[in-house]
């Protein structure tokens, strides 16, 4: 089970901070992501960090956004720093046992990754 926390509403050039709790098959989760979607659009990776702390970022959030990870609270953080309207997205948690090696040139995907929280939204107003 992963359950997001810290969405909510904020101002642009605000800040938040979203949890995602993993539990009952932590052993899986080598490579956790952050995902988000608006609708009629498809699944953006946010950012990944795999569980020897290597990231990936999109250009959308690159030098705003830093995500992280407790191991030992198998938990995970997205910091979103200088937040614009066009963050405004339902963001997701996810997991995946894989190496967790993304990049600009082989990004995440929905598709490589297991388990998914119910997701938390995120609305920048302007």
């Known amino acids: 089970q992963l359950v997001e926390s810290g969405g909510g509403s904020v101002q642009a050039g605000g800040s938040l901070r979203l949890s995602c709790a993993a539990s009952g098959y932590t052993y899986l989760a080598i490579c956790m992501a952050w995902f988000r979607q608006v609708p009629g659009k498809e699944p953006e990776g946010v950012a990944t960090i795999s569980n020897g702390g290597n990231t990936y970022y999109s250009s959308s959030g690159k030098g705003r956004f830093t995500i992280s990870r407790d191991n030992a609270k198998n938990t995970v953080y997205l910091h979103m720093n200088s937040l614009k309207a066009e963050d405004t997205a339902m963001y997701y948690c996810?997991?995946?046992?894989?190496?967790?090696?993304?990049?600009?040139?082989?990004?995440?995907?929905?598709?490589?990754?297991?388990?998914w929280g119910q997701g938390t939204q995120v609305t920048v107003s302007s």
């Open positions: 996810a997991i995946e046992s894989g190496a967790c090696v993304y990049s600009d040139y082989f990004p995440p995907r929905v598709q490589y990754f297991t388990y």
